[in-house]
């Protein structure tokens, strides 16, 4: 699991979340490019769209963010938070009980998987 305090990224993937421009990280996560996104900072974000297949979010913090209709069901979540997160469509992993989903949202516990 990734470190306790969220991070900003020196990539170019990260950069382009942060800028908010899905579209072309969707392109270049399609083409194959690699991104490390785990401990991550995305707080504020509006994050629909994006393509979360895959990817590791372990640790991340997503605090306040707009993840309205991403699909996490095949991401890594161990210890994210998504605390004040608009969260209505998300999918999320099956093993993440819908307790620590609550938890995480209302109260910025960071999810754990049982």
């Known amino acids: 699991m990734a470190q ?26 399609e083409a194959g490019e690699a991104c490390d996104l785990a401990g991550a900072d995305f707080r504020n974000l509006v994050l629909t769209g994006i393509n979360a297949d895959g990817l590791d ?26 605390h004040d997160a608009q969260i209505s469509g998300t999918l999320f992993p099956t093993a993440l009980r819908a307790e620590e989903i609550n938890l995480s949202l209302n109260h910025g516990i960071r999810m754990r998987y049982y």
């Open 4 to 29: 306790n305090s969220p991070e900003f990224k020196d990539s170019e993937m990260y950069r382009l979340l942060r800028d908010e421009d899905i579209k072309a990280f969707n392109q270049r996560k």
């Open 57 to 82: 979010f372990s640790g991340s913090y997503f605090r306040g963010c707009d993840l309205r209709g991403v699909d996490f069901s095949n991401s890594k979540l161990e210890g994210a938070s998504i």
